[in-house]
Nanobody, 127 residues
Protein backbone atom coordinates (compact mmCIF):
# COMPACT_ATOMS: atom_id res chain seq x y z
CA UNK A 1 0.00 0.00 0.00
CA UNK A 2 1.32 3.45 -0.96
CA UNK A 3 0.47 6.53 1.06
CA UNK A 4 0.52 9.90 -0.70
CA UNK A 5 0.77 13.18 1.19
CA UNK A 6 0.18 16.47 -0.59
CA UNK A 7 1.37 19.90 0.50
CA UNK A 8 1.94 23.37 -0.89
CA UNK A 9 -1.61 24.59 -1.23
CA UNK A 10 -2.73 28.01 -0.08
CA UNK A 11 -4.50 31.22 -0.96
CA UNK A 12 -3.17 33.39 -3.76
CA UNK A 13 -4.37 36.22 -5.92
CA UNK A 14 -5.20 35.87 -9.59
CA UNK A 15 -2.00 35.60 -11.58
CA UNK A 16 -0.05 34.15 -8.68
CA UNK A 17 1.87 30.89 -8.47
CA UNK A 18 2.02 27.86 -6.22
CA UNK A 19 4.00 24.63 -6.28
CA UNK A 20 2.29 21.54 -4.97
CA UNK A 21 4.26 18.54 -3.72
CA UNK A 22 3.23 14.95 -3.16
CA UNK A 23 5.49 12.63 -1.19
CA UNK A 24 4.98 8.90 -1.56
CA UNK A 25 5.65 6.38 1.21
CA UNK A 26 7.35 3.84 -0.96
CA UNK A 27 10.92 2.87 -1.74
CA UNK A 28 10.65 4.55 -5.09
CA UNK A 29 7.98 6.06 -7.33
CA UNK A 30 9.90 5.01 -10.42
CA UNK A 31 7.44 2.24 -11.16
CA UNK A 32 4.33 4.38 -10.87
CA UNK A 33 2.30 6.50 -13.24
CA UNK A 34 1.32 9.59 -11.27
CA UNK A 35 -1.17 12.40 -11.63
CA UNK A 36 -2.88 15.39 -10.09
CA UNK A 37 -6.65 15.64 -9.86
CA UNK A 38 -8.80 18.43 -8.47
CA UNK A 39 -12.32 19.00 -7.29
CA UNK A 40 -13.69 22.50 -7.08
CA UNK A 41 -16.75 23.63 -5.10
CA UNK A 42 -19.85 22.18 -6.71
CA UNK A 43 -17.82 20.52 -9.45
CA UNK A 44 -16.89 16.99 -10.36
CA UNK A 45 -13.38 15.65 -9.83
CA UNK A 46 -11.22 16.18 -12.90
CA UNK A 47 -7.79 15.19 -14.06
CA UNK A 48 -5.36 18.10 -14.24
CA UNK A 49 -2.02 16.60 -15.25
CA UNK A 50 -0.33 13.23 -15.39
CA UNK A 51 3.14 11.84 -15.88
CA UNK A 52 4.14 8.39 -17.00
CA UNK A 53 7.03 6.30 -15.76
CA UNK A 54 9.10 7.45 -18.73
CA UNK A 55 8.38 11.13 -18.02
CA UNK A 56 5.85 11.76 -20.76
CA UNK A 57 3.08 14.09 -19.66
CA UNK A 58 -0.50 15.02 -20.38
CA UNK A 59 -2.51 18.06 -19.30
CA UNK A 60 -6.09 19.22 -19.12
CA UNK A 61 -6.55 21.79 -21.88
CA UNK A 62 -7.38 24.65 -19.52
CA UNK A 63 -4.05 24.36 -17.68
CA UNK A 64 -1.72 23.82 -20.64
CA UNK A 65 1.00 26.44 -20.68
CA UNK A 66 0.33 27.38 -17.05
CA UNK A 67 0.88 24.15 -15.08
CA UNK A 68 3.88 21.84 -15.18
CA UNK A 69 3.95 18.36 -13.68
CA UNK A 70 7.28 16.79 -12.79
CA UNK A 71 8.64 13.97 -10.72
CA UNK A 72 11.78 13.46 -8.65
CA UNK A 73 12.13 9.72 -8.36
CA UNK A 74 15.09 9.99 -6.01
CA UNK A 75 12.98 11.96 -3.55
CA UNK A 76 9.77 9.97 -4.15
CA UNK A 77 8.08 13.27 -4.88
CA UNK A 78 5.64 14.51 -7.48
CA UNK A 79 5.27 18.22 -8.18
CA UNK A 80 2.78 20.52 -9.81
CA UNK A 81 4.04 24.00 -10.62
CA UNK A 82 1.06 26.26 -11.14
CA UNK A 83 1.54 29.69 -12.68
CA UNK A 84 -0.90 32.41 -13.75
CA UNK A 85 -3.53 31.01 -11.43
CA UNK A 86 -7.17 31.87 -12.05
CA UNK A 87 -10.23 31.75 -9.77
CA UNK A 88 -11.44 28.70 -11.74
CA UNK A 89 -8.36 26.85 -10.46
CA UNK A 90 -9.76 27.00 -6.94
CA UNK A 91 -10.12 23.40 -5.78
CA UNK A 92 -8.85 20.65 -3.57
CA UNK A 93 -5.90 19.10 -5.39
CA UNK A 94 -5.18 15.40 -5.02
CA UNK A 95 -2.17 13.32 -5.94
CA UNK A 96 -2.70 9.85 -7.42
CA UNK A 97 -0.51 6.91 -8.38
CA UNK A 98 -0.87 3.61 -10.16
CA UNK A 99 1.46 0.83 -11.25
CA UNK A 100 -0.36 0.26 -14.52
CA UNK A 101 -0.14 2.15 -17.79
CA UNK A 102 -2.60 0.00 -19.69
CA UNK A 103 -4.55 2.97 -21.05
CA UNK A 104 -3.18 6.17 -22.60
CA UNK A 105 -2.41 8.78 -19.99
CA UNK A 106 -4.94 11.28 -21.35
CA UNK A 107 -7.64 8.61 -21.08
CA UNK A 108 -6.66 7.84 -17.51
CA UNK A 109 -6.97 11.54 -16.66
CA UNK A 110 -10.38 11.75 -18.30
CA UNK A 111 -11.70 8.61 -16.60
CA UNK A 112 -10.10 9.26 -13.23
CA UNK A 113 -10.63 5.63 -12.27
CA UNK A 114 -7.31 4.08 -13.22
CA UNK A 115 -5.31 5.21 -10.22
CA UNK A 116 -5.17 2.83 -7.28
CA UNK A 117 -3.66 5.20 -4.73
CA UNK A 118 -4.71 8.71 -3.75
CA UNK A 119 -3.89 11.33 -1.15
CA UNK A 120 -6.14 13.45 1.04
CA UNK A 121 -5.54 16.64 -0.88
CA UNK A 122 -4.30 20.17 -0.44
CA UNK A 123 -6.54 23.21 -0.88
CA UNK A 124 -5.81 25.88 -3.47
CA UNK A 125 -7.83 29.09 -3.37
CA UNK A 126 -7.44 31.81 -5.99
CA UNK A 127 -9.17 35.14 -5.54
Amino acid sequence: HVQLVESGGGSVQTGGSLRLSCVASTDTITGYRMAWFRQGPGKEREGVAGINKDGTTSYKDSVKGRFTISRDNARNTLYLQMNDLKPDDTAMYYCAADLSEDVPLWVALELGTDFEYGGRGTQVTVS
